[in-house]
């Protein structure tokens, strides 16, 4: 009875797997074909005669709007936003929730209950006042507004994990520390950031994940020259032509989700780890 049971589990995972795969094997196989076999073949079959080239034009000639320059552009637009985003949304939160768990002072579980509201604010709410934000400082249409845009909305997120993290620490750490004459920053620096590598994987794989993939922030604040790989790709997607190009919408999808792809394949066991090692608790 128990093999019967293991084998129905397996036989539904692999099935639930299947599904969830398929739109992702299809867009492959369909990125490595010409138009030709596109038309000639199935959607499922596998290309006759594979073939980069509806790749390289989705990289760095495909029109996109006006501009047939391919995703390059945008894919480095990305790159810039995304990793000081994610590096200081990460920093701060680290330093918020170490503040808000071992240092507690008088109104911080108010504080902390009130930045508990960013994560679940809906993000149409805070265009138009970020919009009036970015343009006093000057930054509205660039890739600085972006990061701040991003930061100012994953700090929320961030100081939740930090703080939940850190309130499983040894309070006896921190005491220890200050009786031996450390100060805040050298007991941060020096005790809690190098305990804290599970829960810095899983806030910056959170977070390059959202900022990555986020279009609405995209959309709205980037200016001709700071829009990001999601802007582009539905403007690639949506640019008219005489004949559509599936071949090479399929391979400008896929360009634009191999970073976060590769991320959690590089780093997907160590986020499981560091989400039960205390991430969500608290």
């Known amino acids: 009875m128990r093999i019967v ?14 599904y969830f795969l398929a739109p992702l094997y299809v867009m492959l196989v369909t990125s490595f074909k010409d138009m030709d076999q596109v038309r000639a073949t199935s959607m499922v079959a596998l290309p006759t005669q594979p073939t980069f ?7 760095s000639s495909a029109c996109t709007g006006t501009d047939c320059r391919g995703l390059q552009p945008f894919f480095m637009n990305s790159v810039l936003m995304v990793v000081p985003a994610v590096a200081l949304s990460t ?6 929730g170490y503040v808000l768990a071992q240092w507690r002072f008088r109104g911080s579980e108010t504080m902390f209950a009130l930045m508990l509201f960013g994560v679940f604010m809906p993000m149409q709410v805070v265009l138009l006042p970020m919009s009036q934000v970015l343009g006093w400082l000057g930054i509205a249409s660039s890739i600085w507004g972006l990061i701040l845009m991003h930061l100012l909305a994953g700090l929320p997120t961030t100081t939740l994990f930090f703080r ?18 450390a100060s805040f920053w050298q007991i941060f620096r020096r005790i809690v950031l190098p305990l804290s590598v599970p829960i810095l994987v899983v806030t910056v794989i959170w977070q390059f994940t959202a900022i990555w993939n986020d279009f609405l922030y995209g959309v709205v604040f980037s200016g001709a020259d700071s829009k990001p790989i999601t802007v582009g790709l539905n403007n690639l997607a949506n640019t008219t032509s005489s004949v559509k190009e599936y071949n090479v919408d399929m391979a400008a999808a896929l360009i ?21 090692a205390g991430a969500v608790k608290g």
């Open 91 to 96: 920093l701060l939160g680290a330093l918020n």
């Open 53 to 59: 080239e509806a790749w390289t034009k989705a990289w």
């Open 256 to 276: 634009a989700a191999l970073p976060t792809l590769f991320v959690y394949v590089v780093a997907g066991k160590y986020f499981v780890r560091g989400l039960t």
């Open 164 to 181: 939940n993290y850190y309130v499983g620490l040894p309070p006896e750490l921190v005491k220890a520390a200050m009786l031996d004459g």
């Open 5 to 18: 049971h293991r084998t129905i589990l397996w036989a539904l995972l692999l099935l639930f797997a299947a």
